[in-house]
C-alpha cells in the first residue's frame, strides 16, 4: 500500500474512533450497544468500530479495516462490529453515502418497536428529515435464519426502492423491532443525524400524547424548513 | 460612531454570546438551535447568534449587529441567525421588550407540535406567564413561500393582538409545528422564560396523563402568584 | 444572646445553606424556586433561605433568621422566602417536626395539578411514606386574597386533621395547582424525603400508563416496608 | 482460614464494592437504594453491601462477609443489606449464578408496580433476556408476617419452576409492587443486567404509548438476537 493510503486510512481509523466516542457521549448508547462506519470509495475500504469493546478503552488502532465484502484487510485485526454486514449493503445501495451510523437510542427504538412510521409532526424533524422516517417490513423466518445481518441491509433498500426515497433526504431508517440506522455523506452529520432522529422520536411521542389528532406538519412548511438547511438555495450556516 | 456607543455595543455582544451559551448549557438546545438576541432602542441596533456556529467556540466578537431593518452595521460579519427577521418584527410590535429567545425546547415543541395552547394547570406557571401561553395559528403556504421568518412574526403579533396579551405578561408563544419565542426587558430573564416554559410544559404533559378532567388553575390563584413576582406589590426576591 | 445560642444559630445557618444547595444538586431545583427551614424549638428560631437568592451565590450568612411569628431576628437581614408563612403554621402544629422543604419537583407538581393523592403502589413508597400523600383541597378565593401562604399552611393542617394522618408518619404533602412540601425531625431528612416524593410521583406516572386497573400495594406489604424502615422495630441500616 | 481464602475474599470485597459504587454511578441508584452481592461457593461465602451506607464513603472493607445461611463470619461486622436473605434463597436455588442485583430502578419499578411481565418488543431486549421478564405473584399477608426477605426469594424461585424458566437466559425478575432483581455468572454481567433493564423498561413503555396493538418481537428473532450474543455459536464480540 502506499503512503497517502496508510495516511488516508489512518485518519479514517481516527475519525471513526472519535466519532464512536462521540455518540456515546451524546447518551444515545448504552453500554457498548451503536457503531459508526465511513468508508473510502476510491480505495475500496470501510472502517468500523470492532464488537464489544468498551468505549472508554477504544483507540484508533483498533478500529476495523475491510474492504466492501468485509474481508479484514490488517492482521491481527479485532473483529469487527456485527452489524458490518448491514453497513456493507447500505454503502453499495446508497451511493453518495460516506458514512453509516447504527444505534439502540431510547426514543427511536420506541418507534421502531411500535412498528410504525416516525410522522414529520414538525419543523425539528423538517430541517433534517424530507418526510417520515421510514420502517422496514419485519424480516421472515427465512431471512433471519440465513444471513440476518445482511438481509436487514436489504430490507432497508427494499424500503427506500419502494417509497421512491432519496436516501440523503430521509437519511435514516426505523428497522422494525429493532432501532435505527443514519447517514450522511460524511460521518459528522452521520453522527448529528442520529442524535437529532432521537430527539425528533421524543417530540413526536409527546405531541401523540398530548393531541387526539395527529396533524403532520403542512408539506410546505416541510418544504420550507428541510431547503432552508439543504441545497443549492440553502441560507442557514455560515457554508 | 462615538465612542460610548462602541462600547454599549460590545457589552450587547458579550452578553448575547454569554446569554447563547447559558442557554445552551440549560439542557434546552440540541446541536445549534435555538439563538438570542437584544435590542438597543436608542442605538437602533440588535445584536443576535450568527447562523450555524457551535456553542463550544463561540465568542462575542462573532455575535452579529444589525439595524432594525436586518441590515449588517459591521463588516467581514457572519450570517445572522436564520431567524432574525422574527426576532426584528417582535422587537417593532413589543416596545418594551429588550431581548428575545427561540429554541426547539423538548417539551415546549410538544405542545407546539400538538397545535394547542400551553394551559396554566398551576403556580409554577402562573410564577411566570399570566395565563395560557397561546399557539399561532397555521401560517398559509401564501406566507410561507413568500417571507417565511418575517411571517412568523406577524402571525405572532396577529396572535397576541386578537386575543388582547400583553407581551410583558405572557411572555412566550408557541408557533404551530415549530416551537417557542420567549422575550423579557432583559436578556437574562428572556433565557430563564425559555427555562421555565419548558419546564411548565413537561408538568402539564404529565398533569394530562394523570387527570381525565383537565381543570385550570382557578383565576384568582393565577392572580395571586403572578402578582406575588410582578408589578408594583410584588413581594418575591431581594427587589 | 449567650454564646452557645449564637453558636447555634450559626450552625442552623450552615445547615439551611448546605441542604438548600444539596436540594438544587439533587435535580429538583430551578432557578430559585424551592426552600429549606430548620426550626430550634428550644430557643424559638427558624432559620430559611432568603427569597429569590441564586443558589450558586449562596452563604450561610445570608440565611434569614426569625421567631415563631416570622419576625426577622437580625439586622440587615435579607427578605426570607416568600413561603415563610406557610413553614410557621407547619412548625407550630407538627410540633416534631424539625425541619421543612418546599419544591417545585417536577413530578410532584404532576400529581399536585393533577388534584389527585399519590398512591402507594409499591415498596419505594411504603418506604418513606406509610399511605397515599394527601392532596389538599383548592384554597377559596378569600383565602388566597387574605394570608394566601399562611393559609396554605392552614389547609395543609386541616387536611391532617381530616384524615388523621401522624405528619411523622407520611410526611409530605402536595397543595393542589402548587406542589410539594416534605418535612422531617432532621433537615438532611426532610431534604431526602423530597427527593424520595418526587421518585415515587414519577413511578406512580408510568405504573398508570402501563394498567388499566391500579391495584394499590396490599396494606399488610405497606406496613412491612413502613416498619422495617421506621419505629423500633426497623431493622434497616446500621442504627 | 488460609492464605489464598482470604486473599479470594478480599478480592470479593473489592468487586463488590466497586460494582455497588458503580451501579450507584449508572444512575440507576436513588439515596442509598440497591444491593449487589457476589458468591464463592468453594468457599461458602456471599459478600454483600451493607445496609444504609451511603454510596460516597463506601469502601471495600466495609463489605459484609457471611455463609451461604446468612451467618456473619467476620468480628466488627457491619449489619449486612436487609435483602441479604433474599440472594441466599435464589444462590440456593440457581446454582450457577454468581452474583446477585437488587435496585429500585424507577422504569423496572413501573412493571412491577403495574404488576405486568415487561414483554420483549425489541431486539434490545433480546440480547439479554431470552423471553419476557417475569413478574411474581403476590406474597400472601402470612408470608410478609413470616420472613418476607426469604419469602421474596421463595416466590421468584416459584415462579421460575412454574414457568420452567432458565435463570441464566432470563437474568432478570420484577417482584411484584416492589422491583427488580437481576443475576449473572459474574458481577459485572449482573450489574450489567440491571442497567440493560431498566432502559428496556422504559423503552417498553413508550412501546405501548405508541401502539395500540402491542405486537411482541417474532421468536425467531429472538431467538437470532439472544443466540448471536450467547452460547457457542456466539459471534458477538471479542471472545
Redo the contacts between chains.
Keep these: 500500500m502506499i503512503k497517502t493510503e496508510i495516511k488516508a486510512i489512518q485518519e479514517m481509523k481516527e475519525r471513526v474512533c472519535h466519532e464512536n466516542i462521540r455518540l456515546e457521549k451524546s447518551g444515545l448508547v ?4 451503536g457503531n459508526v462506519s465511513e468508508v473510502n470509495r476510491e480505495l475500496g475500504v470501510v472502517v468500523i468500530k ?4 468498551p468505549y472508554e478503552e477504544m483507540l484508533p488502532e483498533q478500529m476495523v479495516v475491510t474492504d466492501l465484502e468485509g474481508n479484514l484487510l490488517e492482521e491481527n485485526s ?2 469487527p462490529s ?1 452489524d458490518l454486514a448491514t453497513h456493507l449493503v447500505l454503502y453499495k445501495e446508497f451511493e453518495e453515502v460516506g458514512a453509516i451510523v447504527h444505534t ?1 437510542s ?2 427511536a ?8 412510521d416516525l410522522l414529520p ?4 424533524h423538517a430541517d433534517t428529515f424530507y418526510g417520515s422516517v421510514p420502517i422496514t417490513r ?2 421472515t ?1 427465512e431471512e ?2 440465513r444471513s ?1 445481518e445482511k438481509d436487514t441491509g436489504a430490507i432497508i433498500v427494499e424500503t427506500f426502492r419502494n417509497r421512491k426515497l432519496n436516501p440523503l433526504a430521509v437519511p435514516a431508517v426505523l428497522t422494525r ?3 435505527p440506522f443514519t447517514w450522511a455523506k460524511t460521518i459528522e452529520k452521520a453522527v ?1 443525524n442520529s ?2 432522529l432521537d ?1 425528533v422520536a ?10 387526539n389528532h395527529h ?1 403532520k ?2 408539506s ?2 416541510l418544504d ?1 424548513h428541510y431547503f ?1 438547511k439543504h441545497g443549492e438555495n440553502a ?5
Tied chains: 1, 2, 3, 4.
Excluded: C, D, F
Aim: hydrophobic share 35%.
Design positions: 448504552v453500554l457498548t450497544w470492532p464488537s464489544g469493546v479485532l473483529k456485527s439502540h431510547k426514543y427504538v420506541m418507534w421502531a418497536q411500535a412498528g410504525r409532526y414538525g419543523t425539528t419485519q424480516l423466518e433471519v435464519l440476518y423491532n429493532h432501532g448529528e442524535i437529532v430527539e421524543h417530540m413526536a411521542l409527546g405531541t401523540e400524547v398530548l393531541s396533524e406538519i403542512p410546505y412548511l420550507k432552508r441560507y442557514y450556516g455560515q457554508g
